[in-house]
């Protein structure tokens, strides 16, 4: 069985620092890319990071590019997001989730997040 | 980077069948996926692909698109379907390499 748990959530003061950590279990984690999408409070999905299954190759949203980065030990099956010069909008629930693809079928591709950890609250806040 | 617009809220009578859309530039060369959230919980795949469900997924669930539009059809909705469903595909535009959401549709079933 699948398992993403989150753990590093905590409050923290605008411009402060935090590392997210995501414990994965049940599948080989170093064969798959792995990804953190966030949710503020009330709102919707956003997809913050992602990165391939060996670390070689990292992706950002704008919003977080060189303030958020992203990592993995495969050998601890762990993926990690370092948070830094936190923002008052960085408040949000955070998900680890793990991707596959991308494929290719019948003229098109896709990429897609098949399972997801419960989530951990980020709140930044004086 | 790309954007994915879904209506914000639709409405279904109990049985009925519900079309959910997605509209994006990136949907022109990546199929969506489709996610449904209930309340304090974490999102869950059902669609993926050009219309394929995760084992577990009803069928009554399905997924369709043509040019730069996805749609989530619910046929014969029932009320644990009620939820917020967001869809969300691969995002290549410009230099930009990743994923994007939409703003989520939130499902009332009457």
């Known amino acids: 069985e699948v398992q993403l748990l989150e753990s590093g959530g905590a409050l923290v003061q605008p411009g402060g620092s935090l590392r997210l950590s995501c414990a994965a279990s049940g599948f080989t984690f170093s064969n798959y890319a792995m990804s953190w999408v966030r949710q503020a409070p009330g709102k919707g999905l956003e997809w913050v990071s992602a990165?391939?299954?060996?670390?070689?190759?990292?992706y950002y949203a704008d919003s977080v590019e060189g303030r958020l980065t992203i990592s993995r030990d495969n050998s601890k099956n762990t993926l990690f997001l370092q948070m830094n010069s936190l923002r008052a909008e960085d408040t949000a629930v955070y998900y680890c989730a793990k991707v596959l693809g991308p494929y290719y079928d019948s003229g098109g591709y896709y990429s897609y997040f098949d399972y997801w950890g419960q989530g951990m609250l980020v709140t930044v806040s004086s | 980077s790309s954007e994915l617009t879904q209506d914000p809220a639709v409405s279904v009578a109990l049985g009925q069948t519900v079309r959910i859309t997605c509209q994006g530039d990136s949907l022109r060369n990546y199929y969506a996926s489709w996610y449904q959230q209930k309340p304090g919980q974490a999102p869950v795949l059902v669609i993926y692909g050009k219309n394929n469900r995760p084992s577990g997924i009803p069928d009554r669930f399905s997924g369709s698109g043509s040019e730069n539009t996805a749609s989530l059809t619910i046929t014969g909705a029932q009320a644990e379907d009620e939820a917020d469903y967001y869809c969300n595909s691969r995002d290549s535009s410009g230099n930009h390499l990743g994923w994007v959401f939409g703003g989520g549709t939130k499902l009332t079933v009457l």
């Open positions: 990165i391939s299954g060996s670390g070689g190759k990292t």
